[in-house]
């Protein structure tokens, strides 16, 4: 069974930093997309950016220059650095883990972490 922990949230004034966690555990199969989404209140889930098994990155248009996605593969963990907060980027932030075996769509989600960009 695959697990995925978040850690990192919090709260924070605007222009500062948080680095957020996804520790994944369990039999993950390759080639898989590891992810980061948001949903603030009143609205719907989106992406805020995504790296597969291959190193291809994808970043939200909101968040590009700000965020970097990483991996450490050691540790199967991922990170979302975030800089340069904004009080739009209040959300509950949710890791995510995508793969298709056998023709079908295997989706496994986190938690979520709360981050709250106030002053």
């Known amino acids: 069974q695959v697990r995925l922990v978040e850690s990192g949230g919090g709260l924070v004034q605007p222009g500062g930093s948080l680095r957020l966690s996804c520790a994944a555990s369990g039999n993950i199969f390759s080639p898989y997309v590891m992810g980061w989404h948001r949903q603030a209140p009143g609205k719907q889930r989106e992406l805020v950016a995504s790296?597969?098994?291959?190193?291809?990155?994808n970043y939200a248009d909101s968040v590009k220059g700000r965020f970097t996605i990483s991996r450490d593969n050691a540790k199967n963990t991922m990170y979302l650095q975030m800089n340069t907060l904004k009080p739009e980027d209040t959300a509950v932030y949710y890791c995510?883990?995508?793969?298709?075996?056998?023709?079908?769509?295997?989706?496994?989600w986190g938690q979520g972490t709360q981050v709250t960009v106030s002053s």
């Open positions: 790296i597969t098994s291959g190193e291809l990155i």
């Open positions: 995510k883990l995508s793969w298709t075996q056998w023709g079908m769509p295997f989706d496994y």
